[in-house]
C-alpha cells in the first residue's frame, strides 16, 4: 500500500478489533492521521499515559489526530439541563485528547427541532459551540458534521454565523438523500475533515466500492482543483474494509492527479 499522496489520508482508531493505542501502534507510519473515537465515556475515558504515548507517536511518524466527540451529545437540546450535561461530557474528552493536539475535534449537533433558518435550535447550538471552542482555545477547531436526521441546509445559519469548521461525512449526505457534491463545493473553504464511507442496503460504514465510481471520482476531482488541505478520513471499520478502500482511493486519486497533468499539458 503507497502512502505517496498529496491527500492527507486518515484511518479511524477502529480498524483493528482494540484500543485506540494498539491501533496507532499499527497504523502510524501508513496514514497521514487517525481519528479518535471517543464515542461514549460511560466507561471512563484514557488516562494521561494513553494520550502520551499517541502524542509520542505522532511526531515520531509525523501524523496527526482528529478527535471524534461522543455520539449521544445533545448540544442543542431544549432542557437545558440536558444541554450543559452534554457541554460538560465534551469538555472532560476535549481535556483528556488535548495532548495529542488534534487537527480538529469533530462534534455532532443534535437537539429538538430546527431547521434551514436561525432558531431556537440553533441559538441553543452556538451556545454550546461556543463554550467548547474556549475550551479547545479557537472555534475553527470544532468541525460540526453532517448527520443522516436532517439536512445539511440546518447546519448552514451555524455554519455562516459562526467561525466553527465543517466535517463532510459523504455516507451521512447519502443516507439523508442530499446531493454530496453541492453541499461540499459550498462549505469547501472551510472544511477541515471529511469521511468516506460507503453506503449499502441503508447502512453505511461500508467499503468504498459500494459507491458510485463516478460520485467518488468526482469529489476526489474536486478535493484536487481547490486544493484541499485538510484530511480525508477513510471511515470504514475492519482491516479489509479499510485498506481495501484505502487502495481504492488512492488509485482514483493517482487518476485524478494524472489528469491534471494531462490538462496543464495541454494549455
Same mark, same amino acid.
Given at each position: 500500500?503507497?502512502? !505517496?499522496?498529496? =491527500?492527507?489520508?486518515? $484511518?479511524?482508531?477502529?480498524?483493528?478489533?482494540?484500543?485506540?493505542?494498539?491501533? *496507532? @501502534?499499527?497504523? $502510524?507510519?501508513?496514514?497521514?492521521?487517525?481519528?479518535?473515537?471517543?464515542?461514549?465515556? /460511560?466507561?471512563?475515558?484514557?488516562?494521561?499515559?494513553?494520550?502520551?504515548?499517541?502524542?509520542?507517536? $505522532?511526531?515520531?511518524?509525523?501524523?496527526?489526530?482528529?478527535?471524534?466527540?461522543?455520539?449521544?451529545?445533545?448540544? $442543542?437540546?431544549?432542557?437545558?439541563? /440536558?444541554?450543559?450535561?452534554?457541554?460538560?461530557?465534551?469538555?472532560?474528552?476535549?481535556?483528556? +485528547?488535548?495532548?495529542? *493536539?488534534?487537527?480538529?475535534?469533530?462534534?455532532?449537533?443534535?437537539?429538538?427541532?430546527?431547521?434551514?433558518?436561525?432558531?431556537?435550535? @440553533?441559538?441553543?447550538?452556538?451556545?454550546?459551540?461556543?463554550?467548547?471552542?474556549?475550551?479547545?482555545?479557537? %472555534?475553527?477547531?470544532? *468541525?460540526?458534521?453532517?448527520?443522516?436526521?436532517?439536512?445539511?441546509?440546518?447546519?448552514?445559519?451555524?455554519?455562516?454565523? %459562526?467561525?466553527?469548521?465543517?466535517?463532510?461525512?459523504?455516507?451521512?449526505? =447519502?443516507?439523508?438523500?442530499?446531493?454530496?457534491?453541492?453541499?461540499? &463545493?459550498? @462549505?469547501?473553504?472551510? /472544511?477541515?475533515?471529511? @469521511?468516506?464511507?460507503? =453506503?449499502?442496503?441503508?447502512?453505511?460504514?461500508?467499503?468504498?466500492?459500494?459507491?458510485?465510481?463516478?460520485? %467518488?471520482?468526482?469529489? %476526489?476531482? =474536486?478535493?484536487?482543483? &481547490?486544493?484541499?488541505?485538510?484530511?480525508?478520513?477513510?471511515?470504514?471499520?475492519?482491516?479489509?474494509?479499510?485498506?481495501?478502500?484505502?487502495?481504492?482511493?488512492?488509485?482514483?486519486?493517482?487518476? +485524478? !492527479?494524472?489528469?491534471?497533468?494531462?490538462?496543464?499539458?495541454? +494549455?
Amino acid at each position: 500500500m503507497s502512502v !505517496q499522496s498529496a =491527500l492527507r489520508l486518515g $484511518a479511524p482508531s477502529w480498524v483493528y478489533p482494540d484500543d485506540v493505542l494498539p491501533n *496507532a @501502534h499499527k497504523l $502510524a507510519g501508513l496514514v497521514q492521521d487517525i481519528e479518535w473515537l471517543v464515542f461514549e465515556v /460511560t466507561y471512563g475515558l484514557p488516562g494521561p499515559e494513553v494520550a502520551q504515548e499517541l502524542a509520542r507517536l $505522532a511526531t515520531a511518524y509525523c501524523h496527526s489526530y482528529t478527535v471524534h466527540l461522543p455520539l449521544d451529545l445533545q448540544l $442543542a437540546a431544549e432542557d437545558e439541563a /440536558t444541554r450543559l450535561a452534554s457541554v460538560e461530557t465534551a469538555r472532560r474528552v476535549i481535556a483528556a +485528547t488535548r495532548p495529542v *493536539a488534534p487537527w480538529a475535534y469533530v462534534v455532532h449537533v443534535q437537539g429538538e427541532g430546527g431547521g434551514p433558518e436561525w432558531g431556537p435550535w @440553533h441559538e441553543r447550538a452556538a451556545e454550546s459551540l461556543r463554550a467548547l471552542g474556549k475550551e479547545v482555545g479557537k %472555534l475553527d477547531l470544532l *468541525a460540526v458534521e453532517n448527520l443522516p436526521d436532517y439536512a445539511p441546509e440546518q447546519l448552514d445559519p451555524l455554519l455562516e454565523r %459562526l467561525p466553527v469548521s465543517f466535517c463532510f461525512d459523504l455516507g451521512h449526505c =447519502l443516507r439523508q438523500g442530499s446531493d454530496p457534491l453541492p453541499v461540499l &463545493q459550498e @462549505h469547501i473553504a472551510h /472544511t477541515r475533515a471529511i @469521511h468516506l464511507h460507503g =453506503l449499502a442496503e441503508g447502512k453505511d460504514h461500508r467499503e468504498l466500492a459500494t459507491l458510485d465510481q463516478g460520485l %467518488l471520482l468526482a469529489l %476526489l476531482r =474536486l478535493l484536487r482543483r &481547490q486544493p484541499y488541505r485538510g484530511v480525508v478520513t477513510i471511515e470504514c471499520f475492519g482491516e479489509q474494509p479499510f485498506f481495501d478502500s484505502w487502495d481504492l482511493a488512492e488509485a482514483l486519486w493517482r487518476r +485524478t !492527479q494524472d489528469e491534471g497533468q494531462a490538462e496543464k499539458a495541454g +494549455t
